[in-house]
T-cell receptor, first 118, second 115 residues
Framework: AQKITQTQPGMFVQEKEAVTLDCTYD???????LFWYKQPSSGEMIFLIY??????QNATEGRYSLNFQKARKSANLVISASQLGDSAMYFC???????????????FGTGTRLQVTL | EAGVAQSPRYKIIEKRQSVAFWCNPI?????LYWYQQILGQGPKLLIQ????????DSQLPKDRFSAERLKGVDSTLKIQPAKLEDSAVYLC?????????????FGSGTQLSVL
């Protein structure tokens, strides 16, 4: 079974509008972390935002917010006031299976390509 | 602060040839990862180092892929012999590792084309 599912291969949004990128996840762990990364055409993956499974508040980082619905196992990324520079691939990722003293694995979804238009 | 450095940026080889990729993580980062990203897919973890020890190499095709991290700093990923399906971007990442919320810092990757 897919750990991370991103059902939108591509999205378009007009400049200055808000856009939501969907992400659902699958885990039986109680403790886990959810991430969003941006990958522009240069190839480098850039960290955007993090949500812990026990965090009661939705995470926010500037124009980025994470709509965390634990019961639905969804962690959608909301980008407000889109800019042309937001055009990129966006990946949802999950870290689970954390054990003290070890590094745990980050699993990525297949990504959503966002195109911001004038 | 310097980022994660990777070289080469691009590499084209013929199948059955060998190839090596190099990664220099951010100074002080104990954890180093190699990911394989096939076109249209998300990155897939190949191997994870903690200092110079391997933490997870369960998805590394060990019959052809090898990796090392000498002195817990730089790392090299090698493919020998290469197959057509190895065409992908190979991403190196590093982190300090402090817990669930530890973010990874990625290099720009090496794009490998196997002909």
């Amino acid at each position: 079974a897919q750990k991370i599912t991103q059902t939108q291969p591509g999205m378009f949004v007009q400049e200055k509008e808000a856009v939501t990128l969907d992400c659902t996840y699958d885990t039986s762990d109680q403790s886990y972390g959810l991430f969003w990364y941006k990958q522009p055409s240069s190839g480098e993956m850039i960290f955007l935002i993090y949500q812990g499974s026990y965090d009661e508040q939705n995470a926010t980082e500037g124009r980025y917010s994470l709509n965390f619905q634990k019961a639905r196992k969804s962690a959608n990324l909301v980008i407000s006031a889109s800019q042309l520079g937001d055009s990129a691939m966006y990946f949802c990722a999950m870290r689970e299976g954390f054990k003290a003293g070890t590094a745990s694995k980050l699993t990525f979804g297949t990504g959503t390509r966002l195109q911001v238009t004038l | 602060e310097a980022g994660v450095a990777q070289s080469p940026r691009y590499k084209i080889i013929e199948k059955r040839q060998s190839v090596a990729f190099w990664c220099n993580p951010i100074s002080g980062h104990a954890t180093l990862y190699w990911y394989q990203q096939i076109l249209g897919q998300g990155p897939k973890l190949l191997i994870q180092f903690q200092n110079n020890g391997v933490v997870d190499d369960s998805q590394l095709p060990k019959d052809r892929f090898s990796a090392e991290r000498l002195k817990g700093v730089d790392s090299t990923l090698k493919i020998q012999p290469a197959k057509l399906e190895d065409s992908a971007v190979y991403l190196c990442a590093s982190s300090l590792f402090r817990g669930f919320n530890e973010k990874l810092f990625f290099g720009s990757g090496t794009q490998l084309s196997v002909l």
